[in-house]
């Protein structure tokens, strides 16, 4: 049985509802890489050297990044010449296959970090302008459908809005939002929140934070600051944190990534806006070159539209074209 058809069963053992975000969310990467994908196929009959060095420049152009498609194509080389693949029809299933193995790592637990016991608490960081107050609502949102109960901390105190825009989610996915005036430290807005969060007996705890400052060494230290505060509260807290990044932006999301990783142990991924782009094999590149998990990808405006990072999904949404076409040839 090839990947492909193993991939559509497993499908098919999974909720409709989450298949279809993933293929509708993908549909500009697909269209666009697949499309590729296909004239590459159709131009050459036989996989050869100059079909992988086209397959090379496919890759890289979907923003899978450099590394990434080089480790990727030394890996098809290898799959061509152990399982005599002439035709490059056949090499499809294999491509999809290596992607979903680059994607999902041996061991690797892509959920959060959720307490049985006592308060979880989630930092939110990012720059502005990824998606990171959006996120925030959406993850509120997430973890309610799971039984949760949730608060939320306005810990941007600097951007003019933040505040408000965080409250706007607060009411629409019906969750408070712990906060100060405009310009507070940000750590005393962390110490009310935890008192908040105490007093209610919540079980999880969202923080915002800062996205700009004057200048990248005020925003690292600040966040610094809010962790140390949140340690000193919660021992081993933050439990998680989540970086934000906008697929859209593409390779200048991994520089992103690893400045903040550097300020604040960075523990997961949130990528965002991959609905937006056709360039969605960021994921791929930020996930093989930072070593970090993706744990929920934005696939739409929705409330419901953040959804927990599967690779298997995010291969099928990506290939779904060819899924389907193999399944027409076989009947």
């Not at 009411?171 to 969060?197: C, F, H, L, N, T």
Request: proline residues 2%; charged residues 30%.
């Amino acid at each position: 049985m090839s990947f492909f058809k193993k991939l559509k069963n497993k499908m098919t053992e999974q909720t409709t509802e989450v298949t279809d975000k993933f293929k509708t969310g993908l549909e500009k990467t697909r269209s666009s890489f697949a499309g590729k994908m296909n004239d590459l196929v159709y131009r050459y009959r036989k996989v050869d050297e100059d079909f992988f060095e086209e397959l090379e420049e496919v890759l890289i152009g979907a923003d899978v990044g450099v590394t990434t498609v080089m480790t990727l194509i030394d890996e098809l080389k290898d799959e061509v010449r152990q399982r005599n693949i002439k035709d490059t029809k056949d090499i499809q299933p294999v491509i999809s296959e290596k992607l979903a193995e680059l994607l999902e790592k041996d061991g690797e637990d892509t959920a959060l970090n959720l307490q049985a016991d006592g308060l979880t608490v989630i930092l939110v960081v990012g720059v502005n302008g990824v998606g990171k107050t959006t996120s925030i609502g959406k993850l509120s949102h997430y973890l309610k459908e799971q039984g949760k109960s949730v608060i939320l901390a306005a810990g941007d105190t600097f951007r003019a809005g933040a505040i408000e825009q965080l409250d706007v989610w607060g009411e629409r996915v019906d969750v408070p939002v712990i906060k100060q005036q405009a310009g507070s430290d940000p750590a005393a807005v962390m110490y009310d929140a935890i008192a908040a969060a105490r007093s209610r007996k919540a079980d999880v705890l969202i923080c915002d934070t800062a996205g700009r400052l004057q200048n990248k060494v005020n925003l690292m230290n600040e966040l610094a600051k809010v962790k140390r505060v949140i340690e000193k509260e919660i021992p081993g807290a933050p439990h998680e944190v989540l970086l934000v990044l906008d697929a859209t932006t593409g390779q200048n999301a991994m520089s992103q990534a690893k400045t903040f990783g550097q300020a604040t142990d960075v523990s997961g991924l949130v990528l965002t806006k991959l609905d937006g782009t056709a360039k969605g094999g960021i994921v791929m590149a930020i996930r093989q070159e930072l070593d970090l998990p993706v744990k929920f990808i934005g696939l739409g405006e929705q409330k419901n539209d953040l959804q927990p990072f599967d690779a298997e999904q995010f291969v099928y949404g990506l290939f779904k074209d060819m899924i389907e076409e193999e399944d027409e040839k076989a009947e």
